[in-house]
Nanobody
């Protein structure tokens, strides 16, 4: 069974830091690009960051570039999102997303259940 389990979400004050983790199982993690997506209250999904299958390439949304860092461990089958200088507008449910490469140009997509991050004074 495919599983993506996010953890690390909490309520923090502006300026503080959090590290989110995602534990993956049930699919070839090392053949999968991993992304983080968030959804704020009343808003649509917002893509944040991606690390490719072997961690050699990363991409970030402008809203989080320089504050967030995505990483992965292909031995532990985990991906992490380190978040610094959190702002109230970072409040959202954060999701781990996998794109498994099945064959050239064909992917399978998986989502986790999400973890809540609340930034408030």
């Amino acid at each position: 069974e495919v599983q993506l389990v996010e953890s690390g979400g909490n309520m923090v004050q502006p300026g503080e830091s959090l590290r989110l983790s995602c534990a993956a199982s049930g699919f070839p993690f090392s053949d999968s690009d991993m992304s983080w997506v968030r959804q704020a209250p009343g808003k649509g999904p917002e893509w944040l960051a991606l690390t490719n299958f072997d961690g050699t390439i990363t991409y970030y949304a402008e809203a989080v570039k320089g504050r967030f860092t995505v990483s992965r461990d292909n031995v532990k089958n985990t991906t992490s999102l380190q978040m610094y200088s959190l702002k109230p507008e970072d409040t959202a449910v954060y999701y781990c997303n996998a794109d498994e490469l099945v064959v050239i140009q064909r992917f399978r997509n998986y989502w986790g259940q999400g973890t809540q991050v609340t930034v408030s004074s």
